[in-house]
C-alpha cells in the first residue's frame, strides 16, 4: 500500500489522550526544576507542586500507549526486538525511542516525588530516607527535564515522520508546537494544584506569570505557523467539527483568552478571591486548548 495514502487508523481517545498527558506531566516537571534550580525557596511550593503532578500523570501513559496497539501482549517490541533468538534494544522507530525516553523520564519523576515526600517528612522510614538523601535532587530534576521535554516533543515528531500530508507537510513544528503546548498546560495543572491545595501562585510570582505568557505567545506563533507551512494541506482545519475545535477551542478559549486575561487581570489584594476564581477558569481553558490541538491535528492527519 502507497504509504502516502496510507491512514494510521489512531484511535484520538487513546492516542491523543497519551500526547496530551505526557505533555502536561513534561511541562510540570520542567516548570518544577526551573523553579528548584533557580526560584530559591519562595518558589519551593512551585517545584514540589510540579514534581507531585508529573510522576501520578506519566503513570497513566502507558496503559494508553499500549491500549492502541492492538496487539497489547507485545507491547515490549517497543523496547526490544529479536534478532537471531536474542533480544536487542530498540531504537529504529521514533515510537520505541520515545518509549525509552517515556521509561527513563517515569524514573526520574518517581525520584523526585519521593523527594517531595521525604522533604516534607511523609514518607516516615528513616533509614530509607537517609539513603535517599545522598542523591543530589536537582540532578535527577536535570535530567527528568530533558528526558520530558523529549517525550512532550517527539509525539509531534511521531506525527511529522508518519505519510499523512497534512503532517510530513509542517515537519518540524509540530514537536515544537508540543513542547510549548507542554510547557502552558503544565503551568495551568500547577496553578490549579497550587489552588487546590491552598498555596496560590498568584499574586506574587511574576516570573512564574511571565513563563506562562512566554509559553502562551510561543504556542500561538507556532499554531500559525503549521498552518502556513501545512497551506492547502490544513484544509481539514478549516472546515467542519475540527475547524471550530481548533480555531475556538485551542486557539480561542485555550490561548488568545487566557493571555489576554493574564495581561489585563490587576494584580490587587481587595480583590484576590474574584482574581483567583477568574485565572482558575483561565488554567482550565488553557488544558482544554492543550487536549483539543492535539484531538485536532490527530484526527486532520486522519481526514481522506
Known sequence: MNPEVHIPGWEW???????????V?????????????????????????GFYIAFPLILLTPPLLIADLGRPERFWHLFFRAKGGFPFLNFQSPLSVGSW??????AMAFLSFLDNLVSE?????????????????????????????????????LLNVTARPIWAATDPLVGALF???????????????????????????????RFESLSKIIELILVVGVVVLAGRYAAPLMRGTIAVMFWGGTVLLGILIPLAAGWYIPR?????????NLATVMAILVL???????ITLLQAGQVQ
Open 25 to 49: 506531566a513534561a511541562g510540570a516537571y520542567f516548570i518544577g526544576t526551573l523553579a528548584e534550580l533557580f526560584g530559591g525557596e519562595r518558589h519551593r511550593e512551585i517545584s514540589s507542586t
Open 179 to 209: 513542547i510549548a503546548s507542554g510547557a502552558s498546560t503544565g503551568a495551568a495543572a500547577i496553578y490549579l494544584a497550587m489552588s487546590w491545595r491552598k498555596k496560590l501562585a498568584y499574586p506574587g510570582l511574576p516570573g512564574f506569570e
Open 121 to 157: 517528612g511523609k514518607l516516615q522510614s528513616a533509614h530509607f530516607a537517609k539513603a535517599y538523601s545522598r542523591i543530589p535532587r536537582k540532578w535527577y530534576a536535570v535530567v527528568g527535564s530533558i528526558a520530558g521535554f523529549f517525550v512532550a516533543g517527539y509525539t509531534g515528531v
Open 13 to 23: 481517545y487513546y492516542v491523543a489522550t497519551y500526547f496530551f498527558i505526557g505533555g
Open 288 to 294: 482544554l486548548g492543550g487536549a483539543l490541538l492535539r
Open 268 to 276: 490587587s489584594a481587595e480583590r484576590r478571591t474574584s482574581l483567583a
Open 101 to 106: 525516553a517515556l521509561l527513563l523520564f517515569g
